[in-house]
């Protein structure tokens, strides 16, 4: 395997570029032993997860204590995250605010459910880039196993090569963690993961639509339906 592209170095973390296909937690094959291979560090923390079919932005700590703090600025929300889906299909809704319950199913498929007792939350923002297929820029606000894959499932325009949720067949799940926005330590640090595959996302016209919409933490994201101490927080 090629090395993992290392995107922002800091003294108490690293932002990654976790490859389409790689997994978080396998002994051998896993992110945190790859990159302590690939940097000849042992001190590496997940501080957040993704999906193996998932690509992009991965925070990763270098000690315990950065570790610690890094997940409470997740727990907090005070760590902007921003997504791109390529969904298949015309959604129910262009825009807006996803918010429930989320329920373990058989074959390790999650649903949405109405109740909100502790809810996903998931924003977003659609538009039409290629014949049959729908941009999602996402924001999600908790951090659900499977969140934004049920979420676009939920709009009917499940995310393009997800077939646990869909069935359009592609050559990679279409779902990328496109950018990390947060203050440490008084410094604002925003950082953007390329993409290295996906033959749709390297299309023009899929190039052209995210060049607009370079800087989505700068996008006015609605606040309407989100609980009360979700927007203290934000």
């Known amino acids: 395997m090629t090395e993992i592209p290392i995107l922002f170095t800091h003294n108490d973390f690293y932002v990654v570029a976790k490859p389409a296909g790689v997994t978080m937690h396998d002994a051998e094959l896993g992110i945190i032993t790859l990159l302590r291979r690939q940097l000849g560090e042992q001190q590496l923390f997940l501080c957040h997860r993704l999906d193996d079919g998932t690509s992009g932005c991965l925070l990763i700590a270098r000690n315990a204590v950065a570790a610690a703090t890094l997940s409470e600025l997740f727990a907090q929300h005070h760590i902007q995250k ?112 390329p993409f290295y595959t996906g033959v749709h996302f390297f299309s023009r016209e899929c190039q052209m639509w995210l060049t607009k919409n370079s800087q989505p933490e700068q996008i006015h994201w609605p606040t309407g339906k989100l609980p009360k101490s979700m927007l203290q927080e934000l």
């Open 82 to 193: 921003f997504y791109i889906a390529l969904g298949a299909g015309k959604p129910r809704q262009k825009q807006g605010t996803i918010i429930g319950d989320m329920k373990n199913r058989r074959r390790g498929q999650h649903i949405l459910l109405k109740t909100r007792e502790n809810p996903a939350i998931t924003q977003f923002f659609s538009q039409s880039i290629l014949p049959g297929i729908r941009g999602f820029i996402l924001r999600p606000l908790t951090g659900k196993t499977h969140q934004i894959r049920v979420a676009l499932k939920s709009l009917g325009s499940p995310v393009l090569g997800d077939t646990l949720y869909g069935k359009e067949h592609s050559d990679r799940l279409y779902l990328h963690a496109w950018r990390l926005c947060f203050d440490y330590q008084k410094q604002s640090i925003a950082v953007t993961c």
